[in-house]
């Protein structure tokens, strides 16, 4: 039982470049998330995806896009890098409305 | 914005105490709390949650619930090594079931 699974692991991007992070989940959960987690600021959300079909802005959207391209995938993009983009980004995936996260391995990304 | 309120900590224990964590909301309407642990590197993974106002028991743990006062707490009861990490406490917000919003998160470190 995969979970929510993360690709890449790790990126070096430069600043400008672009790149799409990858999410899958095989627990036909309906919600995904997109969180990114900085040294003191703690996970802070990015973009969400209630249902299939529907995504919504979160916390800290600006620079990000985000694709939910069946109820298994989500993906975030980032168009032109920046530094400030430097952290690591979580992908989590829900079931119904009260019940917990289910959290990815996250992805490290450095912005140089 | 809604605001959840952790310690940063670090809180330190010795084995076999009893580690208190504690978790203030904003979000009056807020109906779902969760507490996770984060280890160093690693993604947060669920150790409880709680819906009603009391107390919720499993194993070593305890979460605590107080609506009226915008509290939510967890008891570690003999506490292990293998406890030392980061504590995220994290509440549905802005009305809706489908965004947590997570704390900064509590140290908490056992010593031997």
């Known amino acids: 039982n995969a979970g929510v699974t993360q690709t890449p692991k790790f990126q070096v991007l430069k600043t400008g470049q672009s790149m799409t992070l990858q999410c899958a989940q095989d627990m036909n959960h309906n919600s995904m998330y997109w969180y990114r987690q900085d040294p003191g600021m703690g996970l802070r959300l990015i973009y969400y995806s209630a249902s299939e079909g529907t995504t919504d802005k979160g916390e800290v959207p600006n620079g990000y896009n985000v694709s939910r391209l069946n109820k298994r995938e989500f993906s975030l993009r980032l168009e032109s890098a920046a530094p400030s983009q430097t952290s690591v980004y979580f992908c989590?995936?829900?079931?119904?409305?009260?019940?917990?996260?289910?959290f990815g391995n996250g992805t490290r990304l450095t912005v140089t | 914005q809604k605001e959840v309120e952790q310690n940063s900590g670090p809180l330190s224990v010795p084995e076999g105490a009893i580690a208190s964590l504690n978790c203030t909301y904003s979000d009056r309407g807020s109906q779902s709390f969760f507490w996770y642990r984060q280890y160093s590197g690693k993604s947060p993974e669920l150790i409880m949650f709680i819906y009603s106002n009391g107390d919720k028991e499993d194993g070593r743990f305890t979460a605590q619930l107080n609506k009226a006062s915008q509290y939510v707490s967890l008891l570690i009861r003999d506490s292990q090594p293998s406890d030392s990490a980061t504590y995220l406490c994290a509440v549905n917000s802005g009305g809706s079931n489908y965004k947590l919003t997570f704390g900064k998160g509590t140290l908490l470190t056992v010593n031997p």
């Open positions: 989590a995936s829900k079931e119904v409305d009260n019940s917990p996260l289910h």
